[in-house]
């Protein structure tokens, strides 16, 4: 077994101003990406069909030019086409908020039979029913970051560590969902459910460092580097198993498990910056000036 080496930070050469200046940078940045996409598309991210409504074909690769034929078959353009290479299968999505996707999916049906493409399968999701995913998804998110919340309220009753904790795990949350819509990763069902795997990383490392802090004796910055080098080794192991998980996925063909690994590792990347930047410097604020006044 390899021990992780985790270098240790000289966290007195800076001031709380330096220690917080990156990551409210970084967050600062993710949430004008979002907020201009907002402005752009009308929805912070890039939403999959469970979430927008309309229709799925998958087209077999018989040979010859497949996406060149796919881009002449249809009278509309697709709003997305990937392959899936271990299958020989081709994704084709048309999004339709406004339509009824059972009369769409007949009509690109036919056009794609008209074209001499092979269509294995059709998938179709009504703009209701995705209306309704995205509200459940999003309440879904929204209640378990409350949840929480509230738990880590009454885990240390004190405000300043409670707040670094929740911001934390907040810009957790924001700066991935920034790099999904920079990478083109949509938003559906699987990467909820990576988001919500998120704020389970980041409250674990920020409950490990309180913790250290403020329950354990000893000078805060030898808890700090006790915290520093279970947290660190902690996450950076989780980071290496997602990275491997979206490499390993991403050669055959799993777009869902690659998403899903990029995700998380974008977010235990942003954790261990939020913790041991932001989480620190709050930390040393209180314990060091909010305590006294």
Known sequence: MVAIEVPEVNYTEYSNRQLVAVPLAVLVLALAIIGGWYLVTGAPANLGLEF???VELRIADDGGDVEQQIETAF??????????????????TFRAADEDPGGLAEDLSTQADEAGLS???IDQVSPSFASDTARTAVFGVALAFLGMSVLVFALFRTFVPSVAVVASAFSDLVIPIAVMNLLGIQMTLGTIA????????????????NNSVLRRTG????????????GVTMTLTSMAA??????VA?????DLLRNIGIILSVGLCADLMNTYLLNVSLLRWYKFEGVKR
């Open 242 to 247: 997602m990275i491997v998980m979206a490499i």
């Open 250 to 254: 991403a050669l055959f063909g799993v």
């Open 52 to 54: 927008t409504g309309g």
């Open 194 to 209: 990576a988001l919500l795997m998120i704020i389970g990383y980041s409250v674990d490392s920020d409950i490990l460092l």
């Open 219 to 230: 000078d805060f910055y030898e808890s700090v580097r006790r915290a520093t080098r279970t």
């Open 75 to 92: 009278e509309r353009q697709p709003d997305s086409v990937r392959s899936i290479p271990g299958d020989d299968v081709y994704v084709v």
């Open 119 to 121: 269509t294995s399968a």
